[in-house]
Protein backbone atom coordinates (compact mmCIF):
# COMPACT_ATOMS: atom_id res chain seq x y z
CA UNK A 1 0.00 0.00 0.00
CA UNK A 2 3.23 2.16 -0.03
CA UNK A 3 4.11 4.74 -2.32
CA UNK A 4 7.70 5.56 -3.47
CA UNK A 5 8.21 8.85 -3.08
CA UNK A 6 7.49 11.28 -6.53
CA UNK A 7 5.15 8.44 -7.77
CA UNK A 8 1.41 9.20 -7.99
CA UNK A 9 -0.92 6.86 -6.36
CA UNK A 10 -3.85 5.19 -8.65
CA UNK A 11 -6.98 6.59 -7.87
CA UNK A 12 -10.25 4.38 -8.10
CA UNK A 13 -13.81 5.89 -8.20
CA UNK A 14 -16.48 3.53 -7.59
CA UNK A 15 -19.45 4.51 -9.45
CA UNK A 16 -23.27 5.15 -7.90
CA UNK A 17 -21.68 5.02 -4.31
CA UNK A 18 -19.07 8.13 -4.99
CA UNK A 19 -16.75 5.77 -3.43
CA UNK A 20 -12.63 5.90 -3.86
CA UNK A 21 -9.98 4.01 -2.87
CA UNK A 22 -6.03 3.60 -3.57
CA UNK A 23 -5.51 0.13 -6.29
CA UNK A 24 -2.73 -0.41 -3.78
CA UNK A 25 -5.67 -1.61 -1.09
CA UNK A 26 -6.47 -4.20 -3.33
CA UNK A 27 -9.99 -4.31 -2.65
CA UNK A 28 -12.70 -5.30 -5.62
CA UNK A 29 -15.46 -2.82 -6.49
CA UNK A 30 -18.78 -4.45 -6.38
CA UNK A 31 -20.01 -1.97 -9.33
CA UNK A 32 -18.71 -0.32 -12.52
CA UNK A 33 -15.20 1.98 -11.77
CA UNK A 34 -13.94 4.70 -13.15
CA UNK A 35 -10.22 5.09 -13.18
CA UNK A 36 -8.73 8.87 -12.65
CA UNK A 37 -5.41 9.06 -13.03
CA UNK A 38 -4.51 12.12 -11.40
CA UNK A 39 -7.91 13.14 -9.51
CA UNK A 40 -6.76 16.82 -8.21
CA UNK A 41 -8.24 19.61 -10.81
CA UNK A 42 -7.96 22.68 -8.64
CA UNK A 43 -5.11 24.55 -6.53
CA UNK A 44 -6.11 24.90 -3.20
CA UNK A 45 -5.53 28.40 -2.71
CA UNK A 46 -8.29 29.42 -5.29
CA UNK A 47 -11.63 28.70 -6.27
CA UNK A 48 -12.03 25.50 -8.29
CA UNK A 49 -12.78 25.96 -12.11
CA UNK A 50 -13.23 22.60 -13.26
CA UNK A 51 -14.57 19.40 -12.09
CA UNK A 52 -15.46 15.55 -12.84
CA UNK A 53 -18.52 14.90 -14.30
CA UNK A 54 -21.18 12.67 -12.73
CA UNK A 55 -24.11 11.10 -14.42
CA UNK A 56 -26.26 8.46 -13.51
CA UNK A 57 -23.66 5.82 -13.09
CA UNK A 58 -21.49 7.83 -10.95
CA UNK A 59 -18.17 10.01 -11.34
CA UNK A 60 -17.14 9.79 -15.42
CA UNK A 61 -13.60 10.87 -16.82
CA UNK A 62 -15.33 14.38 -17.91
CA UNK A 63 -13.98 17.46 -16.95
CA UNK A 64 -16.03 20.78 -16.62
CA UNK A 65 -14.72 23.72 -17.41
CA UNK A 66 -16.50 25.12 -14.59
CA UNK A 67 -16.53 24.87 -10.69
CA UNK A 68 -19.10 22.87 -8.86
CA UNK A 69 -22.50 24.05 -7.46
CA UNK A 70 -22.65 22.75 -3.59
CA UNK A 71 -24.94 20.03 -3.57
CA UNK A 72 -25.84 16.51 -1.87
CA UNK A 73 -26.65 13.07 -2.36
CA UNK A 74 -30.14 12.27 -0.75
CA UNK A 75 -29.98 8.15 0.09
CA UNK A 76 -33.52 6.83 0.59
CA UNK A 77 -34.64 4.38 3.39
CA UNK A 78 -35.96 1.05 2.16
CA UNK A 79 -38.97 -0.19 4.09
CA UNK A 80 -37.89 -1.89 7.62
CA UNK A 81 -38.59 -5.39 7.46
CA UNK A 82 -39.02 -7.22 10.95
CA UNK A 83 -36.00 -7.25 12.79
CA UNK A 84 -33.98 -6.20 10.16
CA UNK A 85 -31.62 -2.70 10.28
CA UNK A 86 -32.48 -0.23 7.91
CA UNK A 87 -30.11 0.66 5.01
CA UNK A 88 -30.42 2.88 2.08
CA UNK A 89 -30.69 3.01 -1.35
CA UNK A 90 -27.84 4.65 -2.36
CA UNK A 91 -27.88 4.50 -6.45
CA UNK A 92 -26.62 7.55 -7.90
CA UNK A 93 -29.43 9.15 -10.04
CA UNK A 94 -30.21 12.65 -10.99
CA UNK A 95 -33.61 12.96 -9.11
CA UNK A 96 -31.84 11.93 -5.28
CA UNK A 97 -29.66 15.14 -6.00
CA UNK A 98 -30.67 18.37 -3.86
CA UNK A 99 -28.79 21.64 -4.17
CA UNK A 100 -27.80 23.59 -1.29
CA UNK A 101 -29.35 26.91 -2.60
CA UNK A 102 -28.50 28.65 0.79
CA UNK A 103 -24.97 27.33 0.45
CA UNK A 104 -24.42 28.68 -3.70
CA UNK A 105 -26.10 32.32 -2.65
CA UNK A 106 -23.40 32.61 0.30
CA UNK A 107 -20.95 31.53 -1.97
CA UNK A 108 -21.98 33.97 -4.81
CA UNK A 109 -22.39 37.22 -2.51
CA UNK A 110 -19.01 36.59 -0.64
CA UNK A 111 -17.35 36.56 -4.25
CA UNK A 112 -19.10 39.40 -5.22
CA UNK A 113 -17.98 41.01 -2.14
CA UNK A 114 -14.21 39.76 -3.09
CA UNK A 115 -14.06 41.18 -6.17
CA UNK A 116 -15.81 44.40 -5.16
CA UNK A 117 -12.75 45.07 -2.71
CA UNK A 118 -14.09 44.19 0.51
CA UNK A 119 -16.82 46.70 0.51
CA UNK A 120 -17.93 48.18 3.80
CA UNK A 121 -15.00 47.20 5.78
CA UNK A 122 -12.37 49.66 7.44
CA UNK A 123 -9.16 50.13 5.91
CA UNK A 124 -6.96 48.31 8.72
CA UNK A 125 -9.76 45.16 8.01
CA UNK A 126 -9.55 45.49 4.26
CA UNK A 127 -5.26 45.66 4.43
CA UNK A 128 -5.42 42.86 6.80
CA UNK A 129 -7.80 40.78 4.30
CA UNK A 130 -5.97 41.53 1.21
CA UNK A 131 -2.59 40.41 2.89
CA UNK A 132 -3.84 36.85 3.67
CA UNK A 133 -5.08 37.10 -0.51
CA UNK A 134 -1.87 37.72 -1.62
CA UNK A 135 -0.84 34.95 -4.31
CA UNK A 136 2.87 35.82 -3.02
CA UNK A 137 2.69 35.46 0.56
CA UNK A 138 4.97 32.74 2.13
CA UNK A 139 2.06 31.00 3.98
CA UNK A 140 -0.85 31.44 1.60
CA UNK A 141 -4.16 29.65 3.58
CA UNK A 142 -6.06 27.45 1.83
CA UNK A 143 -9.48 28.74 -0.39
CA UNK A 144 -11.70 26.82 2.58
CA UNK A 145 -9.99 28.90 5.21
CA UNK A 146 -10.47 32.03 3.37
CA UNK A 147 -14.32 31.53 2.71
CA UNK A 148 -14.56 30.46 6.15
CA UNK A 149 -12.38 33.57 7.47
CA UNK A 150 -14.27 35.91 5.03
CA UNK A 151 -17.97 34.60 5.73
CA UNK A 152 -17.21 35.98 9.54
CA UNK A 153 -16.10 39.69 8.77
CA UNK A 154 -18.94 42.08 9.21
CA UNK A 155 -19.84 44.23 6.15
Known amino acids: MGFSPGSRPEVRFLGRLGLCDNIQDGLEPTVAQVTIENPILNA ?4 PTRHFRFDDDGITNDIVEKGR ?9 RP ?10 TEWTGDRVQE ?3 INRIRERIDAWRTGGYIGVTATTRRLLEYWADPHRDKKLFLPARSCRDSCVPG
Not at 69 to 77: D, K, L, M, N, Q
Not at 80 to 89: I, P, T, Y
Request: proline content about 8%.
Open 80 to 89: KKRGAQRSFE
Open 69 to 77: RSAYFVPIA
Open 44 to 47: PFAA
Open 100 to 102: NSE
